[in-house]
């Protein structure tokens, strides 16, 4: 399965169509959630792994928050807006430097974790189309560095 990344020029905000509920009715709340943890999994090995917390507990925390995002914009029950509110994410993401490059590490972490999924292709694809549009939407830095202000 070939799962390609978009490129689009910076503040370019493309539009997000959401993942067909195909997708949540075949992972389910914790298929999703295995998802989620294999993609931080990932991340926290990657070149982008200090946007991430360091300590365990807070890292666990940004697992469970990213999970009750999908499930919700899966189709699933509205977790994230139960626990954190509206899912603002780019101001949720403001405090980070995420740049084009920093946005490339990231899906690829996540087409590796949904690689390793045994679901049909289509499912797959809708999911991808999504995290590959919106995560444009979280690119606030034109120059291709990795730096978190953890002031913030």
Known sequence: MDLNINTYQYGEHPEVKKPDPEFYNLLGDEGIRKLVSRHYDLLRLSPIKDLFPVEDAAFELAKQHSADFMIQICGGPDYYNQHRGR??????????????KGRIVWLTCYKQALLELNIPGEAVFSFWNY???????????PADHFKIDRKL
Do not use: D, G, L, Q
Request: cysteine-free; charged content about 10%; hydrophobic content about 50%.
């Open 87 to 100: 899912p603002i994410m780019a101001e949720r993401h403001a405090p980070f430097t995420i740049s084009p």
């Open 131 to 141: 995290i590959n549009v919106f995560s444009n939407w979280v690119v606030n830095a």
